[in-house]
């Protein structure tokens, strides 16, 4: 059972109705010196010039007045819920300008990404949440840029698993 607001449940329970989902995300990686955080919906005009439009949240601890999740042109595929396969996703970004396939590019390790889905009328209730997926493959064309997602698979473990030592678990052994 997934839990939800009452603002989503009306607005999925409505004939009609104005609300909207948006799906907020926030890249990380060593190299980077902030965290990019991009939002699929353009709830407010954040500057006039340049002109660029965003959603103010205040998801990951983002300050909602200096932070902004940045508009970007882009279409998703949500993590599934199936058990025997590890959640994964595909972001798709309309590759509008040369600097976002240059930041694409630029990475040899993989960068961590968080998504959210929230309401436009209430970006700061999150709806969904999934952390620390790795961006593993990044396809880039003229008109788009398609990063694959997923967590790390329980596979990939180390073998074998740590000791119950009173150096590894130092609350059990008191």
């Known amino acids: ?23 907020l995300f926030e890249i990380e990686h060593p190299e980077l010196a902030k965290p990019i955080r ?3 919906d ?6 006039s010039d340049p002109l660029y439009y965003g959603t103010r949240s205040t998801w990951r601890g983002a300050n909602p007045i ?10 998703t595929l949500l993590p599934s819920d199936q058990e025997d396969a590890p959640a994964a996703a595909t972001l798709i970004l309309e590759n509008l300008d040369q600097d976002m396939v240059n930041v694409v590019c630029s990475f040899t390790t993989p960068a961590t990404i968080h998504m959210a889905v929230v309401m436009a009328s209430s970006p700061n209730l999150i709806e969904a949440e999934f952390t620390d997926l790795n961006i593993v493959s ?5 008109g788009e840029i398609s990063l694959s997602i997923t967590r790390e698979e ?3 473990e180390l073998v074998p ?3 119950m030592s009173a150096r590894t678990f130092p609350g059990l052994h008191r």
């Open 138 to 142: 990044a396809d880039i064309d003229a």
């Open 66 to 75: 200096t932070e902004p999740f940045l508009w970007v042109v882009a279409s």
């Open 161 to 163: 698993g740590g000791r």
């Open 1 to 23: 059972m997934i839990r939800v607001s009452f603002n989503a449940r009306m607005a999925q329970d409505a004939q009609a109705t104005s609300e909207i989902y948006v799906a």
């Open 154 to 156: 329980i596979e990939l």
């Open 42 to 47: 353009n709830t407010e005009r954040l500057s």
């Open 38 to 40: 991009l939002s699929t």
